[in-house]
């Protein structure tokens, strides 16, 4: 008594069950558990942005997709968030973020964020000037649109990615930019 079947070849105690069971358990989370860190260590972003503008929510798609935490916030006035995060009037883009005490202009790569985050410079942010053609959450869009909206380009039946090489710049405490990365 005591031994349960568990197949046609073992015979085993429920006590060395349980064993088994919390030992792969105990493997699955330490495996599992740099993924788990990974997101949880991740700040929240935090877009402000006019409405509409869709190729905003595209980035922060883009962001959430990279495992970032996001939270959009219209708002009708963004020269006033630009004036109180300090954004240069020289790499103003269309929305800004605010992610780990720094403030991203722009369409800026998931990987440049997590550089800045990891590398974490004495710096305002960083930012990616204007609306460059191919930048996350910009591959699709229409360079016209002035809302930054992204738009299917209808002339052809296909999608097509749009592209421009840009820089994302490093807004230093001074408010003087260096180049953070080229793409």
Do not use: Q
Not at 2 to 16: D, E, Q
Not at 56 to 63: A, E, M, Q, T, V
Not at 133 to 153: I, K, Q, V, W, Y
């Amino acid at each position: 008594a005591g031994l349960i079947m568990v197949g046609p070849y073992f015979a085993r105690t429920p006590t060395a069950m349980m064993r088994s069971l919390l030992l792969f358990l105990a493997a699955c989370t330490w495996l599992l558990s740099p993924f788990a860190r990974a997101a949880d260590t991740l700040p929240l972003v935090e877009i402000y942005m006019p409405s509409p503008c869709l190729a905003c929510i595209d980035w922060g798609s883009y962001l959430a997709d990279r495992g970032f935490r996001v939270v959009y916030k219209e708002t009708a006035d963004m020269a006033a968030v630009k004036k109180r995060l300090k954004v240069p009037a020289a790499v103003e883009s269309v929305h800004t973020a605010v992610v780990g005490g720094y403030f991203v202009e722009g369409h800026a790569y998931a990987e440049d964020i997590h550089e800045l985050l990891r590398d974490k410079p004495k710096a305002r942010g960083i930012a990616v000037p204007g609306l460059p053609r191919g930048a996350p959450g910009r591959e699709l869009s229409n360079p016209t649109c002035e809302t930054a909206c992204t738009m299917l380009d209808n002339t052809s039946g296909e999608r097509e990615v749009r592209r421009e090489l840009f820089n994302t710049m490093l807004v230093k405490p001074d408010g003087s930019t260096s180049i953070w990365a080229r793409h």
